[in-house]
């Protein structure tokens, strides 16, 4: 404990920076050295490996696409009956008995959007398996038709599912605006939050920008790992790099905008 007449001890940034950064520079040393020696003679063995999981995946893609738009409905139709039960709760519960319910609704609500989420993800996933010219040509054009059209009907019930989930939210809290359809949609809705919305909406926010920054240098280095042994391609390097940058510059530039209306206020 610093006693009142001592100034606490001051922590040299540039030399903590410094040696947090030779300490990446040799830990990154190690990783390379570590999967030259593990990698470096079964890269040939990985890469069939991994060609075989290909034509596995291409093999069962349109009953994993089935599957999945299935699975999608069912939990897509259970999350929207529970929303719609946990609202009736809501208006007939008092005000300062509702917090019970509302988190309900929040982790319901969530559920069903990151439910949303993968379906999307592993759709394009196992959809890329085949989407390719070799593919198609080789045969395989009937049985990748069919798996466009499922994938195509599982992103439309998707897309309709987003909207009838904002529409029940609304149900339950009139007071929240906007048009799901809309090109401004998320400032429509943001703008009829109440303060503690906002509040909620904007620490989540910072909560994910910082988790994107911590996840995206990391996926960057094992990118360029995947292109130096398995000769994946830069294109994977270049996307996470725009991810980074686009993320990084959304934000600055809406700490600029909003510096600058509150100095024109």
């Not at 809290?173 to 904007?202: M, N, T, V």
């Not at 600055?252 to 510096?259: A, D, E, G, P, Q």
């Amino acid at each position: 404990m610093t006693r009142d007449n001592q100034e606490p001890k001051k922590t040299n940034s540039y030399k903590k920076t410094g040696l947090i950064m030779l300490a990446a520079a040799l830990f990154g040393a190690v990783l390379g050295l570590l999967s030259m020696f593990l990698l470096g003679g079964r890269t040939d063995d990985i890469q069939t490996g991994m060609t075989d999981i290909l034509s596995f995946i291409q093999r069962i893609m349109l009953p994993a696409l089935l599957i999945i738009t299935i699975v999608t409905i069912i939990l897509g139709e259970r999350s929207i009956r529970r929303l719609r039960a946990i609202g009736e709760k809501i208006r007939e519960t008092e005000d300062e008995k509702c917090d019970r319910w509302e988190y309900e609704e929040e982790k319901t609500g969530a559920f069903g959007v990151m439910s949303n989420i993968l379906s999307q993800v592993f759709c394009v996933l196992i959809l890329s398996a085949g989407y390719s010219v070799k593919y198609i040509t080789d045969g395989n054009h009937k049985n990748m038709l069919a798996a466009c059209l499922v994938f195509l009907g599982c992103y439309a019930y998707n897309g309709f599912y987003q909207t009838r989930y904002i529409k029940t939210v609304q149900a339950i809290h009139p007071g929240q605006k906007g048009d799901p359809s809309s090109r401004k949609f998320r400032q429509q809705w943001l703008d009829s939050c109440d303060e503690a919305q906002k509040e909620l909406i904007y620490q989540s926010a910072y909560k994910t920008y910082s988790a994107i920054n911590t996840w995206i240098p990391i996926l960057l280095v094992f990118t360029m790992l995947g292109h130096l042994f398995f000769d994946t391609g830069i294109m994977a390097i270049v996307v996470v790099a725009v991810i980074w940058i686009v993320a990084a510059g959304s934000y600055l530039h809406s700490c600029v905008n909003m510096k600058g209306a509150k100095l024109r206020e």
